[in-house]
């Protein structure tokens, strides 16, 4: 069975960095686009950032030119790397990728907990 395990979250004041990790698990053929997004409580959940097999990449405007999405494919993880952080970036941030087991299916992590003070 996939599964997907993030890490990095945490507490970071206003113009700090985290660098967010996601790594798949279990009997995998292949991946193709990998994302990150966000939630707030009694919010639509949010696309922050996607990344292609290519590593063609898709930002949120509210993140563009602060954070970085890349990958390891030989590792079957995808990281976020955030910058400038502000409070408004305060959520639950969750990745996702799309699987291959005979077709291709998404898959999400189970969310780490990103709190900026300001």
């Known amino acids: 069975q996939v599964q997907l395990v993030e890490s990095g979250g945490g507490l970071v004041q206003a113009g700090g960095s985290l660098k967010l990790s996601c790594a798949a698990s279990?009997?995998?053929?292949?991946?193709?686009?990998m994302g990150w997004h966000r939630q707030v409580p009694g919010k639509q959940c949010e696309l922050v950032a996607t990344i292609t097999v290519g590593a063609s990449t898709n930002y949120a405007n509210s993140v563009k030119g602060r954070f970085t999405i890349s990958r390891d494919d030989a590792k079957y993880t995808v990281y976020l790397q955030m910058n400038s952080l502000k409070p408004e970036d305060t959520a639950v941030y969750y990745c996702?990728?799309?699987?291959?087991?005979?077709?291709?299916?998404?898959?999400w992590g189970q969310g780490t907990q990103v709190t900026v003070s300001s």
């Open positions: 279990g009997s995998i053929f292949s991946i193709n686009a």
């Open positions: 996702n990728a799309e699987i291959w087991d005979s077709y291709y299916y998404t898959l």
